[in-house]
Every structure is written in structure tokens, then in C-alpha cells.
């Protein structure tokens, strides 16, 4: 004899399956969001790696360029001004290369706005140049790239203490500081990763370039 299931009971089962559907899916949910929340970390973290690295490479060339950095003189006078330029968005200097290595180089890095990268370019110095004119023609390369906002400044050691300034251009000695800040566009709120280097070199020589004479290691010649 067949059993015939109250109406009670059909309803009873309804829920029943209503339940499992619904704890089904807020299961399903919570899988694909924490798959999506690993996926996305994962992403961060690759992105974050990759940034580190850019940074480490391009702070790693601008100490290379400034551990070479050269004290030339673009005159015959005492007093003048050397080879170097400093403002907030560019950097010119000369450095010295081992003559084994190739010749000596001028150096020009400056901001670029679009797309946004710090950017360094070179040339061959030629004897009596007085500017970058050369190496701010040349194809440059990107040190740094992406969301990044850049300064330079630099300080003089005085007795009065550190004095910090926006610019460095036509003085007849090089900064004791060069500081380098870069900020993350998209937090500028956060502190700057900061890089500061002292270009310690020989003092230039009092002859002028191409004559021979007494000077140090980094003499104009």
C-alpha cells in the first residue's frame, strides 16, 4: 500500500532544497571571491616586485654616474664655474672614464612628463664644452618609469650647518649633496624614497682645459 506524503511534508522539502541551493551559492561566492582576492594579491605582489627591482637598477646607475663624477672647469679663471647643472628636474655633470673604457662623457638627467620617467642621456665631452647641449641631444634611456613624481636638491656644508637649495648652476664648486626624492603618484601622502650622494671628487685644477700642468685627479685637461 503506497504511502500518500502530506502537503506538510512536500513544503518541508521545498525549504529543504531552498537551503542547499542558497548555502550552495553563498559557498560558490566566498570560493570565487577568495580566489579572486589571491589572484589579485598575487598581481600586487608581481607588480610590487617589479617596481623594487626598476628602483634598485636605476638608483643602482645614478650612484655608477656618481661615483665618476668629474670637477671640470668651463674656463681658464680661478674662479670659474664648473661643468654642472642642478634644478629640481634635471642634472648635468661630467664624469670621468677610465681610458681603457672609452672617453670621458657628459651626462644629462632630467624629468620627462609624458609618459612620465626620469631619464638619462650621454655624450663624449669635448674639450672647452660648456654646457650639455650634446648629451641633452641624445637618444635617452629611461632609469625610472610610471607613476613616480621626481626632485633633485642640493646642499652646501657650511659652519652654520646644511643649507639645502632648489638649483646648483654656474658655481665654481660642486654641491656636498645631491638628494634625489621620488614620491608614488598614487599616495603622495606617504614619505619619499630618498637617495642622497656626495659627490666627492679631487679639487679642479687652476690651468685651463688642454694646457699642460699640475692638477689632481680630476684636473680639467
Known amino acids: ?15 529543504e532544497a531552498l537551503a542547499v541551493l542558497l548555502l550552495s551559492a553563498l559557498v560558490l561566492h566566498a570560493l570565487m571571491l577568495a580566489v579572486s582576492l589571491v589572484t589579485r594579491s598575487s598581481a600586487a605582489a608581481s607588480r610590487g616586485a617589479a617596481t623594487l ?31 654642472f647643472y642642478g634644478s629640481d628636474e634635471a642634472l648635468g655633470f661630467a664624469i670621468r672614464v677610465e681610458a681603457q673604457f672609452g672617453a670621458d662623457q657628459t651626462v644629462w638627467i632630467a624629468v620627462r ?15 672647452g664644452a660648456a654646457d650639455f647641449e650634446r648629451a641633452r641631444s641624445s637618444a635617452p634611456i629611461a632609469l625610472f618609469e610610471g607613476a613616480w613624481r621626481w626632485r633633485f636638491s642640493f646642499a652646501e656644508i657650511t659652519e652654520r650647518g646644511t643649507i639645502w637649495r632648489g638649483s646648483w648652476v654656474a658655481q665654481s664648486k660642486l654641491p656636498d649633496i645631491v638628494r634625489l626624492q621620488i614620491w608614488d603618484r598614487s599616495d603622495e ?33
Request: net charge positive; proline share 9%; charged share 20%.
Open 189 to 221: 601622502r606617504r614619505a619619499p624614497l630618498t637617495l642622497m650622494i656626495s659627490p666627492h671628487v679631487d679639487s679642479p685644477s687652476a690651468c685651463g682645459e688642454g694646457d699642460v700642468c699640475r692638477g689632481g685627479g680630476n684636473a680639467a685637461r
Open 1 to 15: 500500500m503506497n504511502r500518500v506524503r502530506a502537503p506538510k511534508d512536500e513544503g518541508f522539502a521545498l525549504l
Open 113 to 127: 612628463s609624458k609618459p612620465p620617467a626620469l631619464t638619462r642621456s650621454s655624450a663624449v665631452r669635448v674639450p
Open 53 to 83: 627591482e626598476e628602483l634598485t637598477t636605476g638608483l643602482a646607475a645614478l650612484r655608477r654616474d656618481f661615483s665618476q663624477i668629474a670637477a671640470v672647469k668651463t674656463g681658464a679663471a680661478a674662479n670659474a664655474p664648473l661643468l
